[in-house]
């Protein structure tokens, strides 16, 4: 029985980590083929410094997805407030089915409908554009995190900081925010992270003159496996990997609580 | 269900307003505008559909402009076996995946909800972790593994288990494929916190009447667990059939999945009506196992627990 349980995780996690293990050791495979142990070498991260094209797509990437994720983080703030806090108001429904939608809508559809927006808007597509989409399909998951870490705190604490003459600003200031820290620092790094990763909402927003970094690997990966896409996928999974690491570690919570 | 209403402070107008007025600018906008968009007409303009109105036609021209709008697009795409074809496809797949991936997630997330209670959280935490790297490279990863000159037909000749390639990329089994590994964690994640939750005393009253370790998984653990099952299947079923990077990157030519279709429509041959058409029946589709789920957790709720 001890056997067979070891043996079910053993299985599952080597499914989980093994294809990206296998893609990370490659990166350092001296050899252009998959299937050849050239060597160790670190020449393809070498490679990836004089390619300003993937370097230039990482840094919009990041300020993107910073700025996205701050907006989202503000607005799903303001949406969980309203939601936790200010009881039945009218249209409270539609408020609350159009925040959360954006969690079940297949990507290519938000992608479509937005940019048929931004045409009929007039808005020229680029990093505006971009940030805005991504703010927008992000803050759905913002909302839920904090919505969830509001409903969880004790209401009493607010309740008598606003007795003892705080008002509801202050007391907002005062307490809830400071015990819904760690939500909100989760809340920012979840949108942050789905910013980063995301494809098909950038393809669809963006404009010529911001290319971000998965579109950049998407149109390389299309010509084949290459160890330069090896390196940059490298990078960001250790990127990823010590954020999730460092945030697990300060918020002394597990990654589940995080999700 | 009748819930209060009540008027809101200014203060709080203010808070509210901000999320309030971005969601009816960025999404509920768009939204309809796509809808709008499927009842229009292809055409050589810039925005590519026609009528596009504007305020300068006054109420007598957008009436008349109103008078073109039809369902065209959905009659066309209803005569397009590709369309067809397409989202067919997508529900086999997505449904196929969807199997495969209960039938691995729930022993895996029944070991780890039956670990001992220090090393629970490590598990799960371990095993939920890639979700946040990159669903991108997750996928591309498996394009080295299972190509015809990939590492697992390498290794299966190696062992001369086969004498030829596999041809796994590029078909219909590497998008399944695909799926089942970039959608685990959402399948794990509801199945480990149904499973987790159980009493474990109920598995040892049932034994102690007697019922077999597998009569207890059927009658007391599998039924208990049906809101993780139901939540968990949904979870990774409605982002499957949407799917666009994994179908492009894994599947072949003759792989039609709608997102992919509509994706094409839009980019290479610029009809938006149809790309707008097809996005509104793939809600449609979205919609109904999302009712069934929400009847479920509803009657899940009423239920005394």
């Known amino acids: 029985m001890r056997f067979a349980r070891s043996l079910v995780l053993l299985l599952g996690f080597a499914f989980l980590y093994g294809p990206i293990l ?11 083929l998959v299937t050849v142990w050239g060597g160790f070498s670190t020449k393809w991260y070498v490679a990836l410094l004089d390619d300003a094209a993937t370097l230039n797509a990482a840094k919009i990437s990041l300020s993107v997805a910073a700025l996205s994720a701050a907006i989202a983080t503000l607005l799903g703030l303001a949406a969980a407030v309203a939601l936790a806090r200010f009881g039945g108001f009218r249209t409270r429904g539609l408020f609350f089915g159009a925040v959360h939608a954006p969690l079940v809508l297949p990507e290519v559809v938000l992608g479509l409908a937005l940019l048929s927006a931004f045409v009929a808007f007039g808005f020229e597509r680029g990093f505006v554009t971009l940030v805005i989409a991504h703010a927008t399909f992000t803050m759905c998951f913002t909302s839920v995190v904090l919505l969830a870490a509001l409903r969880g705190l004790d209401p009493s604490q607010e309740e008598a900081a606003m007795d003892l003459g705080a008002t509801p600003m202050r007391a907002f200031a005062l307490v809830v925010l400071p015990a819904i820290a760690p939500s909100l620092a989760s809340a920012f790094l ?13 393809s669809f927003t963006t404009g010529p003159g911001a290319t971000t970094l998965p579109m950049r690997i998407y149109s390389q990966v299309r010509l084949g496996v290459t160890p330069e896409v090896n390196a940059i996928s490298t990078l960001l999974l250790a990127f990823v990997g010590i954020i999730l690491a460092i945030s697990a570690l300060a918020l002394n919570r597990p990654a589940r609580d995080l999700a | 269900m ?55 036609d006054g109420l007598a021209g957008v009436l008349a402009k109103a008078r073109t709008l039809g369902f065209d697009a959905y009659r066309a795409l209803a005569d397009d076996r590709l369309y067809l074809d397409s989202y067919l496809t997508s529900l086999l797949i997505a449904g196929v995946s969807t199997a495969i991936m209960l039938m691995i997630a729930y022993p895996f997330a029944l070991t780890m909800a039956r670990a001992p209670r ?6 799960i935490g371990l095993a939920v972790a890639p979700f946040w790297t990159s669903f991108l490279i997750r996928v591309y990863a498996w394009i080295a593994l299972l190509k015809d000159e990939g590492l697992i037909n390498h290794a299966l000749m190696a062992l001369h288990i086969i004498d030829a390639p596999l041809s796994i990329y590029a078909t ?49 653990t599998l039924p208990l667990s049906r809101p993780g099952v139901i ?42 009506p149809a790309a707008s058409a097809a996005a509104i029946i793939l809600l449609a589709l979205l919609i109904g196992p999302l009712l069934v789920a929400e009847r479920a957790r509803l009657r899940a709720e009423e239920e005394p627990s």
């Open chain 1, 190 to 202: 979840l949108a942050f992270t789905l910013s980063l990763d995301d494809l098909v909402i950038a």
């Open chain 2, 172 to 220: 219909n089994g590497a998008v399944v494929i695909g799926i089942v590994y970039s959608y685990l964690p959402f399948m794990l994640l509801p199945l480990y916190s149904a499973l987790e939750r159980q009493d474990p005393a109920l598995r040892e009253a049932a034994a102690d009447l007697g019922a077999s370790p597998l009569q207890v998984f059927w009658r007391v």
């Open chain 2, 231 to 272: 939540a968990g299947c949904l979870l990774v079923f409605i982002p499957a059939v949407g799917e666009f990077v994994i179908p492009d990157l894994l599947g072949g030519s003759e792989t039609l999945m709608i997102g992919r279709t509509l994706w094409n429509d839009f980019f290479a041959n610029r009809d938006w």
């Open chain 2, 118 to 123: 220090r090393l629970r959280s490590l598990l």
């Open chain 2, 2 to 56: 009748s819930v209060p209403r009540k008027k809101l402070s200014g203060g709080q107008r203010a808070v509210l307003a901000a999320p309030y007025l971005w969601i009816v600018v960025f999404f509920l906008a768009p939204m309809a505008l796509i809808a709008k968009i499927s009842l229009s007409h292809p055409a050589e303009t810039r925005p590519p559909y026609e009528p596009t109105f504007s305020i300068d």
């Open chain 1, 22 to 32: 296998i893609l990370a050791a490659m990166s350092f495979n001296a050899s252009k």
